[in-house]
């Protein structure tokens, strides 16, 4: 039975209009989502727009309950019976028939054409709705009439608009399928399972709550599509259906599972989620970081969360599309369109959040090892920040473990990640450091020590503090932005091309740290408040072991710069972070690939080989005399650092790998010219290394999948060498062009336009005959070549030549047996072949 094609003749046999579904994006504001089959006749019901003849309507709606008022979202998968994303069957009178026949049409369509057996059916009413609690009792006893409030018989279609109390159909499903405590009419179980919403629409609420008359009581009715074809294919839900089945069969083929109901939520949840993404995508809505779109993100990046669980590391709901298209194409035409768009959408999307999920992943877990009751705010913030968690995602994994998120706690970092980039927008010029209590603070303290190269913690004390302007201030409180100096610190400022660290101090979060004017400051966001003269746990982020392998492996890039290409290289400047590096140097030309590829080599067999590294330190001439590189220009105190790493000597106050093992592997990724003379290379190296890699083997995986798995060299060799045949092929059908001869007094005449190499052609027909003359034009890239040749007869080519060149704007001439010349009117070709040809006949 094909319920929609049902429903809609049953409504138009009774006069209503059918209206084809209106877009999921509606023109309203106060909407997210078409969230319900009355939501495209709003200003009918309002009476802001004139009611239409007939004033009596039905479709069947697409709707999207994610989001906003109506937000279905959370119970996706683990009810039998909500959706992201449904068809609403529905009719609407616009103050013309009303509850009689509403109640009355829905029970013959119910009972007569569904066929649904009346002893399964309950209704409900508003518990002040007299009238209709008495229409109902002319079709069903009145101990199947329940009465409730508000909560359940109310309904509207957002915070204002139009609304009403409703009267809802339910198809008792049977005890002995379901028997939860929630299982009575009105629970949250799925026995009793409503199917219809009449609303009786009679006001409508304003934005201050209020609340009045519409100006015709109306009707607007909602039957959800997929619990009616569960209930007529005697499926307990809706995900067991013929609409839900073949995805569901899908994700189990792709994830290499059986599906069972008990365990499948995750089916569920990504059965759903592609039917919404789906249709958002193709109806022109867009993954984005806020707005529709974000809702939209999250939608997939649950689905892709529930594809993780089920073990699929890889784009898969791109693949799904196929069989949405295939179930829904029919009776919305446009998905057929944008197949190929959405796959394309959603594989990137989905891309995006694979990359950053593992990681989110296991700081989730970390963190909930911890957890008792609440999730940390700043953990989930972090998973959003870093991660690309939506905040709904975290809370759905918390659920499952009946946790839930420290919300507010996320509100709050999330408007203080607003507001610093509303202040780092405005920007900061030196001038504020320049006005700042550096001065101060040198006099007082002298410059701050730094004790992080061995280690990572510390127990420091906070001599002093600055608040955002660099002003001295005894306090920061919480949530403010300022820098702090520490008596001795373990967070390296930024300098020698290492970025600064990040890291704890205490509870509050080090968000860079800096030299300024010899002082070490970092910047901090203080949690609750911090005070000069607390002593504070220190924890440098594990971040650093990514750069200081960077920094490393620059020392070593710059040995290998010196032993390959020569030792007038010297740095020019180097940026070293946690994942990737950066290292300019003089040298006056680019270096070739082979170069390149022995300066990587020299690289990995230094970290191959291993060396532990040795730190000494010793006056500037020592070092100097010892071989180690020092920066030109750069000032260096009496006692300097002088570290050796593998064949690399350099003075350096960076923090680096205790041995060259750590680096793991290293990866030039670009070399390039910087400004005359300097040249730039840019590489990775340990966990940035290993991600390298695997994109580049997941590219090749594409490039191999578009050259439908040939091996790629043999593949472009093939296709290389096919162009060349066809361009070939294209010459020789130029040059093969026949110019057959006509006879005149004895000589054999040849004129005639050739595209090709006219001189070869000239002489190959003047081989052919005894006595001949030729005259050949040919184009070529917008401009025209002509020439003659004569033999053996009393035409001289030089002579043709010259008094035809002109035609075709240009001029020349030659030999009395050959003669060439060019032009550049390529349309005047044919007056040139009739004018040789007037000349020749006049002669001969
Ligand atoms: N608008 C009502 C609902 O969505 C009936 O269509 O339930």
């Known amino acids: ?25 509606p023109d309203d504001a106060t909407l997210l989502f078409t969230n319900a089959g009355m939501v495209p006749f709003k200003s009918i019901f309002t009476g802001d727009i004139p009611r239409p003849t007939p004033p009596i309507r039905t479709s069947c709606q697409t709707c999207i309950r994610a989001g906003g008022k109506h937000n279905d979202l959370d119970n996706v998968g683990y009810t039998a019976r909500h959706h992201t994303f449904f068809e609403m069957l529905g009719n609407f009178s616009f103050g013309d028939y009303f509850k009689k026949e509403a109640i009355a049409y829905a029970w013959e369509f119910v009972t007569e054409i569904l066929k649904l057996p009346k002893d399964r059916l309950y209704v ?44 809802e159909i339910f198809y008792d499903q049977g005890s002995e399928h379901f028997n939860s405590d929630e299982d009575y009419m009105g629970g949250d179980g799925d026995r009793f399972l409503e199917i219809w919403n009449l609303v009786f629409m009679q006001f409508e609420r304003s934005s201050d709550g209020s609340m009045s008359p519409l100006p015709k009581p109306s009707i607007d009715t909602g039957m959800g599509l997929e619990r009616v074809t569960a209930i007529k294919e005697g499926k307990f839900s809706n995900y067991d259906s013929s609409l839900f089945m073949p995805l569901i069969n899908e994700v189990a ?24 993404t789906t249709f958002l995508l193709a109806q022109g809505v867009n993954f984005d970081k806020e707005g529709r779109g974000y809702v939209l993100r999250r939608i997939l990046r649950r689905a892709v969360r529930h594809g993780y669980l089920l073990g699929i590391k890889e784009p898969f709901m791109y693949k799904l599309v196929d069989k949405v298209v295939e179930l829904m194409g029919e009776h919305y035409e446009y998905l057929k369109e944008k197949k190929e768009y959405v796959k394309e959408l959603i594989k990137i999307e989905e891309e995006r959040f694979l990359a950053t999920i593992s990681a989110g992943l296991d700081l989730f877990n970390e963190e909930l090892k911890k957890t008792k009751d609440i999730f940390s705010g700043e953990v989930a913030f972090k998973l959003y920040d870093t991660y690309g968690f939506p905040l709904d995602l975290t809370a759905d994994m918390l659920r499952e473990k009946g946790l839930s998120v420290d919300e507010a706690k996320f509100d709050e970092l999330m408007s203080k990640q607003k507001a610093r980039a509303k202040a780092s927008w405005k920007g900061s010029g030196d001038a504020i450091k320049e006005s700042g209590d550096f001065k101060a603070l040198l006099e007082e303290f002298g ?11 510390s127990s420091s004390k906070v001599l002093a503090l600055l608040n955002s302007e660099f002003k001295r201030v005894n306090e920061l409180k919480n949530g403010e932005i300022g820098y702090v100096m520490l008596d001795s610190t373990p967070f390296y400022a930024q300098s020698g091309g290492q970025c600064g660290d990040t890291g704890l101090l205490g509870k509050n979060q080090i968000l860079d740290t800096k030299k300024y004017f010899g002082l070490n400051l970092s910047t901090i966001e203080a949690k609750n408040s911090i005070k000069i003269g607390d002593i504070l746990p220190c924890e440098v982020s594990l ?12 020392h070593l890039l710059h040995a290998a710069l010196r032993a390959i290409i020569g030792s007038h290289i010297s740095q ?30 020299f690289v990995n067999d230094q970290i191959t080989i291993g060396a532990k590294a040795k730190i000494e330190i010793m006056d500037i001439e020592s070092a100097k005399n010892s071989g180690a590189i020092a920066l030109f220009g750069e000032k260096y105190g009496d006692q300097v650092r002088v570290l050796t790493l593998g064949c690399s000597k350099e003075l350096c106050g960076g923090t680096h790998v205790e041995n060259l093992n750590e680096i793991g592997s290293f990866f030039i990724i670009r070399e390039s010219g910087v ?105 070529k890239d917008g401009k025209v ?29 030659g030999r009395d047996d050959f003669a060439t010349a060019g032009g550049k009117d390529i349309d005047k070709i044919p007056n040139a072949l009739n004018e040789a040809t007037n000349i020749i006949k006049s002669k001969l």
């Open 253 to 276: 083929r792709i994830a290499n599972l059986k599906y069972e109901y008990e365990s499948g939520a995750s089916f569920r949840v990504i059965s759903d989620h592609i039917r919404s």
């Open 675 to 779: 400004s005359a003379g300097v040249r730039r290379i840019e590489a990775v190296c340990s966990r940035a290394a290993l991600n390298y890699a695997n994109e580049l083997r997941s590219e090749l995986e594409e490039i191999k999948i578009a050259l439908k798995g040939a091996n790629p060299i043999n593949a472009i060799t093939k296709l290389k060498d096919e162009i060349k045949s066809l361009q070939n092929e294209i010459k020789n059908a130029n040059s093969s062009v026949e110019l057959s001869p006509t006879i005149i007094n004895n000589v054999s005449v040849v004129i005639g336009e050739f595209n090709g190499d006219i001189k070869a052609k000239i002489d190959e027909i003047k081989n052919k005959f005894d006595s001949v003359v030729v005259f050949l034009a040919s184009k």
């Open 543 to 554: 971040n650093r072991l990514e750069i200081r392998r960077h920094h490393s492996a620059t």
């Open 785 to 813: 070549s002509i020439g003659a040749g004569s033999k053996n007869c009393n035409i001289k080519a030089g002579e043709l030549v010259k008094a035809i060149a002109p035609i075709v704007g240009g001029g020349g001439g």
């Open 572 to 601: 020019a400047g180097s940026s070293v972070e946690a994942d990737k590096l950066r290292f300019d140097f003089t040298h006056p030309k680019p270096i070739s690939k082979d170069e390149l590829d022995k300066i990587e080599k």
């Open 124 to 167: 409900t009413v508003h518990e002040n709705d007299d009238e209709a609690y008495e229409i109902w009792q002319k079709h069903i006893d009145k101990d199947r009439i329940y009465k409730f409030g508000d909560k359940d018989n109310f309904w509207a279609m957002g915070d204002t608009g139009p609304c009403g109390p409703c009267s």
């Open 447 to 457: 410059e701050n020590e730094f004790i992080g190269y061995d280690n990572l913690k």
């Open 1 to 25: 039975m094909d319920i929609r094609k049902e429903y809609l003749e049953f409504f138009k046999n009774k006069g209503h209009e059918i209206i084809p579904s209106a877009p999921l994006v």
